[in-house]
């Protein structure tokens, strides 16, 4: 049993979680909304960004979504002109992810604003504290 003095203190750390990530994810949502996509289509986005030709089910893996819930935003990005989806030429069933040029603009700028804030934030709180920022994000992630 958490002794009730730190239960509270818990509970303010998990506020100020929810808090940094709604101002986090704030800028890039309302871009996504002037465009009728959502939060789920800036994941795909970014990851197709970071790994061009990422096949879509090792894309499922790395979002850990399923494949129903993937294809609904991936069609709907690869019809907006942001996503190509091409055969690989070593298994025709496999499908290989790149972004269009469409794609390409809209991903910079909506984790441009993401990286902005991580710029400043991490340049007024110092080098330790972002590593001690990331040591955290990181034992959370793996947590899960």
């Known amino acids: ?8 203190e818990l509970r303010e750390a998990i506020e100020v979680f929810f808090f940094a990530y709604r101002a986090f994810t704030t800028p ?10 959502g939060r789920v289509h800036h994941r795909i986005l970014y990851f197709v960004a970071r790994t061009p030709g990422i096949a879509v089910n090792a894309l499922l ?15 709907e ?5 942001l996503v190509a989806a091409t055969p690989a030429g070593h298994d025709r069933r496999v499908k290989q992810l790149v972004l269009t040029d469409a794609g390409v603009a ?3 700028e909506l984790s441009g604003t993401q ?3 991580l710029e400043k934030v991490f340049a007024e709180a110092g080098k330790e504290a972002e590593g001690a920022w990331r040591g955290v994000m990181d034992q959370v992630s793996r947590d899960t």
Do not use: T
């Open 77 to 81: 990005l690869v019809e907006k002109g």
């Open 28 to 37: 890039p949502d309302r871009i996504l909304a002037e465009r009728g996509l």
């Open 106 to 108: 809209l991903e910079a």
């Open 1 to 8: 049993m958490i002794d009730p003095k730190r239960q509270a």
């Open 61 to 75: 893996g790395v979002l850990g979504v399923s494949k129903q819930a993937l294809n609904a935003p991936l069609r």
């Open 115 to 117: 990286m902005e804030m």
